[in-house]
């Protein structure tokens, strides 16, 4: 019976359809695989956030995820750190600085369908300087007298005094303009304006955000992103060796030669907003004593620092300051290492032979790293540290929230955050009203020159206090996969921006 | 002297002395001190000031291998201790009371055993902290059923024999018929099964060091130079080789030395022998 066994021709059209359709299969399969590489894109950050709303939360793993990606504020800072237009699309300020009208964008909904207008945005702020309000920066927004909504596209901002930084600070992740239908739940499933919309959040693997359709600006490249959790170094390399990532905004400096040599990356070395410090208990003896402090600054060798834990990849900073801020001033020799100074200094304190004292390390490889090269450094003039590894709760329990430490070792990585020191509950226990005047004066101050002489006397006096101890400014060390484009090289706020990302072949 | 004929337990002996000699030297001195960090030596390969080579801080990793080593066997020891002491009474009590006392151990011991033991290690440091204390409790506990099972195996072939009866007769009580009479008995036995469980607690401490839930820094143990090492693997394999290597062989010799000290104490064998 033919028809059961067959011919050998029918047998060979038979193989050559076989074949055919399975090369068409294939064909269209790795068709869609480029295509879907061309507009998917997958970034691995070390820490994942504790929420998703950057409103509630200190966390910078927050903003990493969802800043200027699924929330937009009233403005928005760039790559090179200075204010663009946001939702306000442009905004006039009144001759004496108190009083700034914003023109809202039209035809701006947020993620679940409701619709953007100034009520928004007044909920947004009053939401920020509510009493019971859990943002990170309330501070920032304390001069904010009044939020009226004049019209549904326009807003009026009312200033109880000048601040030289308003537009700055509502362009942070704290001040992004939220919804009060969803406001609550922001923390689970963000819903902003922006240009990616929250899809899922995978506890303890990944956060995936989807293309915003109907987003009111300029459209991304990118159709879908995946925020993807891995903190542990060798395990990222491995990742991005392997392709199951396209890229880091941050990998460890020890490994950047791996990529380095490898055409398929490309490294990005950038700065960021991340000064390292020793945040030093001021309230607490014997860090009260100013000469004890100056003596750990002159115990301090930058130079091996940020050899030993950054491969040379990190700028030394002598203040609370950013070296690539123009307001910047060179203070690392204010204390130079210099063992015989630090020792005489002791001895001038009471404390010939130096002293103990804990210094509790934040999960993160620049600072456990740094604290077993500061305890060797601080060894040699007689000061014993105990390292105490804490994982984040517990430092956010201990150090910032009960002040409970001796020592720590922790990047502060808002932008122009020196305002911090003007408040004495902080968890330095710094207390210098001098200080806190000059802070004043500069936050009421809009001439760019004169800001400028202020924050450097700023500066200055923090070096001269040695308030902290000023290690170095963390380097942003991104790797990328060589056909990705758009990713910012520098960090001058929070965030992984995906607005500008593509691939190109 | 028996001990010629079992080469394996002089080497395996020779090896662990070599080994415990150098981390208890460790206590007094090392070639340089283990907290002495200088950058600008780092990434150094073997040389006459440094014979196993410098690590990523520039420490001289021979004294690092020499402090890790006391501190694994530590606590690997510390473990031991743990287990024996409260496993090796625990299956004498079984052994010469049976009946519920016995079930309840035994019982307990396949409660105990049921669990991975390094899955529950994890839970324990992960609970109570990470440290080496924790990681000493956390091995501790899974050695005890293994003590207990040894014991109370070895002492049930001891329990039937004349002399004890003898003993019971005389009016002994089952505590003091088992101190007196079981535990010397089968002192060999919880020997043997010290030195395999030595050298499972050095991997399990070598285990939650390399998953950070042991050893902390600047202390060192040999999980932890490993797991230092392991983000440089791929530029700089020596550092992860000489933790990874010092490992290989104190096992292999703990192991070597159980072996041998098996066929030398096995009460079994010795007719096998004598015979041949």
Redesign the interface.
């Known amino acids: 019976m033919p028809g059961e066994i067959g011919t050998v021709g029918e047998l060979f059209m038979l193989k050559v359809l076989t074949v055919l359709s399975l090369a068409l299969v294939m064909n269209a399969a790795l068709a869609g695989a480029a295509l879907a590489q061309q507009t998917q894109v997958r970034i691995a950050v070390a820490l994942e956030p504790p929420t998703l709303d950057p409103t509630a939360n200190a966390a910078e793993a927050v903003d990493i995820v969802v800043y200027q990606n699924v929330f937009e504020g009233l403005t928005r800072i760039d790559e090179n750190g200075t204010v663009q237009p946001g939702l306000a699309t442009e905004w006039t300020i009144s001759e004496d600085g108190l009083t700034y009208t914003f023109t809202l964008a039209e035809g701006v909904t947020f993620h679940d369908g409701s619709a953007f207008d100034a009520e928004d945005v007044t909920f947004a702020f009053e939401r920020i300087v509510a009493e019971d309000s859990l943002n990170a920066q309330k501070a920032l927004y304390e001069p904010i007298e009044s939020v009226t909504a004049v019209d549904p596209h326009t807003v009026e901002i009312t200033l109880k005094r000048p601040t030289g930084t308003f537009l700055f600070d509502i362009g942070r992740p704290d001040a992004v303009i939220v919804a009060p239908e969803s406001a609550e739940n922001n923390a689970r499933v963000p819903i902003g304006t922006g240009p990616f919309a929250f899809v899922q959040w995978d506890r303890g693997s990944r956060v995936i955000l989807e293309r915003n359709d109907v987003y009111w600006g300029e459209r991304p490249a990118l159709t879908r992103a995946t925020y993807l959790f891995i903190g542990d170094t060798a395990t990222l390399t491995n990742a991005l060796l392997a392709g199951d990532v396209d890229g880091t905004n941050n990998m460890a400096a020890e490994v950047l030669d791996v990529f380095a040599a490898d055409p398929r990356f490309k490294v990005l070395v950038g700065t960021t907003e991340g000064e390292v410090i020793l945040a030093t208990n001021n309230a607490r003896e014997p860090f009260d004593n100013p000469k004890v402090r100056q003596a750990m600054a002159h115990a301090i060798d930058r130079h091996a620092l940020i050899e030993g834990v950054t491969y040379g990849y990190s700028q030394p900073i002598g203040s609370h300051f950013a070296p690539h801020n123009p307001y910047y001033v060179d203070l690392t020799g204010t204390y130079p290492h210099d063992l015989d100074a630090a020792k005489a200094l002791l001895a001038e304190a009471g404390l010939p032979d130096g002293f103990s004292a804990t210094l509790k390390l934040p999960p993160v490889a620049y600072a456990r790293m740094s604290g077993q090269i500061l305890a060797s450094q601080f060894a040699e003039v007689g000061i014993e540290l105990e390292l105490i590894n804490v994982e984040w709760a517990q430092w956010l329990e201990d150090v910032f929230t009960n002040h409970d430490y001796d020592l720590s070792i922790v990047a502060h990585v808002e932008p122009f955050d020196i305002g911090i020191y003007a408040d004495p509950d902080y968890y330095f226990g710094y207390d210098n009203p001098e200080f806190a005047a000059l802070i004043e004066t500069l936050n009421a101050t809009t001439d760019d020159a004169e800001r400028k002489d202020l924050a450097i006397e700023a500066q200055r006096i923090l070096a001269e206090d040695a308030v902290n101890g000023y290690l170095f400014e963390l380097a942003q060390t991104g790797v990328w996969d060589a056909r990705l484009e758009g990713m910012w090289q520098n960090s001058p706020i929070e965030g992984v921006v995906l607005r500008d990302i593509r691939w190109v072949e | 002297m028996r001990l010629p004929r079992h080469p394996s337990l002089i080497i395996g002996l020779a090896a662990t002395a070599v080994f415990v000699a150098l981390a208890l030297l460790s206590l007094v001195w090392t070639p340089y001190p283990i907290?002495?960090?200088d950058?600008?030596r780092?990434f150094q390969g073997p040389s006459g000031a440094h014979w196993l080579g410098t690590d990523?801080?520039?420490r001289d990793m021979a004294s690092l291998v020499m402090s890790g080593t006391l501190t694994s066997f530590t606590v690997a020891a510390a473990a031991v201790v743990i287990g024996a002491g409260l496993g090796v009474p625990l299956g004498l009590a079984a052994a010469i009371w049976r009946g519920p006392v016995e079930w309840l151990i035994l019982r307990g011991s396949d409660f105990v055993f049921a669990f991975p033991a390094l899955v529950v290690a994890i839970l324990i440091t992960a609970l109570i902290g990470?440290g080496a204390i924790n990681a000493v409790v956390a091995i501790g506990v899974f050695n005890i059923p293994v003590f207990a099972r040894v014991a109370r195996g070895g002492a049930l072939t001891v329990v039937s024999l004349d002399f004890v009866a003898a003993a019971r007769l005389a009016g002994l009580s089952n505590a003091a018929i088992a101190r007196r009479h079981l535990l010397p008995n089968i002192m060999g036995l919880v020997i043997v099964q010290a030195t395999i469980q030595l050298a499972l607690g050095i991997l399990a401490e070598a285990g939650l060091s390399y998953i950070g839930l042991g050893t902390?820094?600047?202390a060192t143990s040999l999980g932890l130079m490993l797991r230092d090492a392991?983000?440089?693997?791929?530029?700089h394999p020596f550092l992860s080789l000489v933790p990874g290597l010092v490992i290989i062989v104190i096992v292999i010799a703990l192991n070597l030395a159980g072996d041998g000290l098996r066929d030398a104490l096995d009460p079994r064998l010795k007719p096998v022998e004598s015979a041949a």
């Open positions: 907290a002495q960090i950058i600008a780092r990523f801080f520039g990470p902390q820094p600047p392991q983000s440089l693997f791929v530029l």
